[in-house]
């Protein structure tokens, strides 16, 4: 094979804390060099001890305490692998690696919350004249708001694996890159190509993933207060389900549309079996984490293929999935070949309000059942619950709260509504005139973005800090917890009262399953 000369350095906007290795990052160095190009690089600043100097970096390190505070997530160490956090300056080490490498261009993986600190990344190249793609899911959803930037030349919406190896032969041979499907072309400052998105590829004809452009410092991450190393695999692409706060409904409607295909796509068992075995041979990997949207969003064939095939592996292993897709067969075999936690997605406890808003159509019945099916078969769970969608009161959030009550989830997360570009309750929420059009979406932002008359910012603030206490602490406790909802100083007192009776209790919880 002829190899090409191009340099090509990838940018991963991370945040501390923020931990999970890119798995569309290490599918597209592998891709890039199956067609020859070997001069690739990446900058990732996730093992930065410091949070950096943006607001949503500092907003995030809090964000990530105040869940550990509430018992949402374990406590770990990393020196208990033997690990250090980098102490300097993530920026200044960008510019020494831009400096030293010199690459044609940069190559970012953007989402809307990681926006702000790729354009802080980038302000720092901007007179080294350095080309950049842009691509991920913000990108895909606002490209002409991307390319506004003197920073980025060109925009991928959708799938990057075939665009991205047409632009970089494009570019390795002095060609204009134009017409590359899946591309948006700036020159001048001014787009000059809106190229259509091409088919949806086969996802079994890419190459095993290339973690080796990771510093093998990001291969260790935390799950349930403990250091693995642990790798990311996708065995889906894409979601058949319609979340309305998602962005995966809109790949599907602009992939049916401009490409007339699915996006929504599955691996075959044998090819998922060859990238396992290689990757964890290759890096030693002791945890998968399947990455896929819904995991379980499988046929029962499809699902013993699957047991059958990851029982040769016997690694402890974590996914997400609905509570609709749980049985107590598939409990069971999953317990059986090593699937040591689930996130499920509850979502909202309003049956009415998750069907027509929030865009999940199953009973609570079902919800608490998958929960107990779990916790019988002895997996951890997770319940992810979100506070604050347009048009909620204070009434709905606590349909929520009773619901959480009932189900037998080792762990709870309560997250903010983030009204992402894209999807069909941002618009909703535009049309409301809830939020300016300009807002820019931001899951480290802890306070709601909306202006809402059913509820106020600061209530929906407050219930989100509160949940665990709301959903774990008996009855008795709510008049307090009331109280502990507000930031004046008797609140703030109350809550801390509060937290340490509910860390007590979270403690015997969590032992009981470890």
Same mark, same amino acid.
């Given at each position: 094979?002829?190899?090409?000369h @191009?340099?090509?350095?990838?940018?991963?906007?991370?945040l501390?804390?923020?931990?999970?290795?890119?798995?569309g990052?290490?599918?597209?160095?592998a891709?890039?060099?199956q067609?020859?190009?070997?001069?690739?690089?990446?900058?990732?600043?996730?093992?930065?001890?410091?949070?950096? =100097?943006?607001?949503?970096m500092k907003?995030e390190?809090? &964000?990530y305490?105040a869940?550990?505070?509430m018992?949402?997530?374990?406590?770990?160490n990393?020196?208990?692998?033997?690990i250090?956090?980098k102490? +300097?300056?993530?920026?200044?080490d960008?510019?020494?690696k831009?400096?030293?490498?010199?690459p044609?261009?940069i190559?970012a993986?953007?989402?809307? =919350?990681?926006?702000p600190?790729?354009?802080?990344?980038?302000?720092?190249?901007?007179?080294?004249?350095?080309?950049?793609l842009?691509?991920?899911?913000?990108?895909? +959803?606002?490209p002409?708001?991307? @390319?506004?930037k003197d920073?980025?030349?060109?925009?991928c919406?959708?799938?990057?694996?075939g665009?991205?190896v047409?632009?970089?032969?494009?570019?390795?041979?002095?060609?204009?890159?134009?017409?590359?499907?899946?591309?948006?072309?700036?020159?001048?400052?001014?787009?000059v190509?809106?190229?259509?998105? &091409?088919?949806a590829?086969d996802?079994?004809?890419?190459p095993?993933?290339?973690l080796s452009?990771?510093?093998d410092i990001s291969l260790?991450?935390p799950?349930?207060?403990?250091?693995? &190393?642990?790798?990311?695999?996708? !065995?889906? /692409?894409?979601?058949?389900?319609?979340?309305r $706060?998602c #962005?995966?409904?809109?790949?599907?409607?602009?992939?049916n549309?401009?490409?007339?295909?699915?996006?929504?796509?599955? &691996?075959?068992?044998? #090819? @998922?079996?060859?990238?396992?075995?290689?990757?964890?041979?290759? %890096?030693?990997?002791?945890y998968?984490f399947?990455?896929?949207?819904?995991f379980?969003?499988? +046929?029962?064939?499809?699902?013993?293929?699957?047991?059958?095939m990851?029982?040769e $592996?016997k690694?402890p292993?974590y996914?997400?999935t609905r509570?609709? !897709?749980? !049985?107590?067969r598939?409990?069971?075999?999953?317990?059986?070949?090593?699937?040591?936690?689930?996130?499920?997605?509850?979502?909202?406890? #309003?049956?009415k309000?998750?069907t027509?808003?929030?865009?999940?159509?199953?009973?609570?019945?079902?919800?608490?059942?998958?929960?107990?099916?779990m916790?019988d078969a002895?997996?951890?769970?997770?319940?992810?619950?979100?506070?604050?969608?347009?048009?909620?009161?204070r009434? @709905?959030?606590?349909d929520?709260?009773e619901?959480?009550?009932?189900?037998? +989830?080792?762990?709870?997360?309560?997250?903010?509504f983030i009204?992402?570009?894209?999807?069909?309750?941002?618009?909703?929420?535009?049309?409301?005139k809830?939020l300016?059009?300009?807002?820019?979406?931001?899951?480290?932002?802890?306070n709601?973005?909306?202006n809402m008359?059913?509820i106020?910012? #600061?209530?929906?603030g407050?219930?989100?800090?509160t949940?665990?206490?709301?959903?774990?602490?008996?009855?008795?406790?709510?008049k307090?917890?009331?109280?502990a909802e507000s930031?004046?100083?008797?609140?703030?007192?109350? %809550?801390?009262?509060?937290?340490s009776?509910?860390?007590k209790?979270?403690?015997?919880?969590?032992l009981? /399953?470890d």
């Amino acid at each position: 094979m002829e190899i090409k000369h @191009l340099k090509i350095l990838f940018l991963y906007p991370n945040l501390h804390m923020s931990t999970l290795i890119p798995n569309g990052i290490a599918i597209l160095s592998a891709v890039l060099k199956q067609n020859g190009f070997k001069n690739i690089q990446l900058f990732d600043p996730t093992f930065y001890q410091s949070p950096g =100097d943006t607001r949503a970096m500092k907003r995030e390190k809090s &964000r990530y305490e105040a869940r550990e505070k509430m018992g949402q997530v374990k406590p770990f160490n990393y020196g208990d692998r033997g690990i250090e956090l980098k102490k +300097s300056d993530m920026f200044s080490d960008f510019v020494v690696k831009v400096d030293s490498f010199k690459p044609d261009i940069i190559i970012a993986s953007i989402l809307e =919350d990681t926006w702000p600190i790729f354009l802080k990344f980038m302000d720092l190249t901007k007179d080294k004249k350095i080309k950049c793609l842009a691509g991920g899911v913000f990108p895909s +959803s606002v490209p002409e708001k991307v @390319l506004e930037k003197d920073c980025v030349d060109y925009v991928c919406r959708g799938e990057g694996e075939g665009a991205l190896v047409d632009l970089a032969n494009a570019l390795e041979e002095g060609k204009d890159p134009k017409n590359i499907k899946n591309l948006w072309v700036k020159k001048n400052g001014k787009i000059v190509a809106r190229n259509s998105i &091409r088919p949806a590829l086969d996802v079994n004809n890419l190459p095993v993933q290339d973690l080796s452009i990771f510093e093998d410092i990001s291969l260790h991450r935390p799950m349930m207060g403990k250091i693995y &190393r642990m790798a990311p695999v996708e !065995t889906q /692409r894409g979601c058949p389900y319609a979340c309305r $706060f998602c #962005n995966s409904p809109e790949k599907n409607e602009f992939y049916n549309k401009e490409s007339a295909g699915r996006f929504f796509r599955k &691996r075959t068992m044998k #090819n @998922l079996h060859t990238e396992l075995k290689e990757i964890i041979s290759k %890096y030693g990997i002791e945890y998968v984490f399947f990455i896929t949207d819904t995991f379980l969003a499988m +046929s029962e064939k499809e699902f013993d293929e699957f047991c059958e095939m990851y029982s040769e $592996f016997k690694l402890p292993f974590y996914m997400h999935t609905r509570p609709e !897709t749980i !049985t107590e067969r598939r409990a069971k075999k999953l317990a059986e070949v090593g699937c040591h936690k689930v996130n499920i997605g509850v979502e909202h406890g #309003n049956e009415k309000f998750r069907t027509e808003i929030v865009g999940r159509n199953y009973k609570n019945e079902v919800a608490i059942k998958s929960f107990e099916l779990m916790w019988d078969a002895g997996i951890s769970t997770t319940s992810n619950n979100i506070l604050g969608f347009p048009d909620e009161t204070r009434d @709905l959030i606590f349909d929520t709260i009773e619901l959480v009550r009932k189900l037998k +989830s080792d762990d709870i997360n309560a997250f903010t509504f983030i009204p992402y570009q894209g999807t069909s309750l941002r618009i909703m929420c535009e049309e409301k005139k809830y939020l300016d059009k300009k807002t820019l979406a931001n899951i480290y932002e802890t306070n709601s973005l909306l202006n809402m008359p059913s509820i106020s910012k #600061n209530e929906i603030g407050g219930l989100v800090k509160t949940f665990p206490l709301y959903t774990r602490l008996p009855r008795s406790y709510w008049k307090d917890i009331k109280i502990a909802e507000s930031e004046t100083p008797e609140g703030k007192k109350v %809550y801390n009262e509060l937290l340490s009776i509910f860390r007590k209790q979270y403690s015997s919880v969590a032992l009981a /399953r470890d």
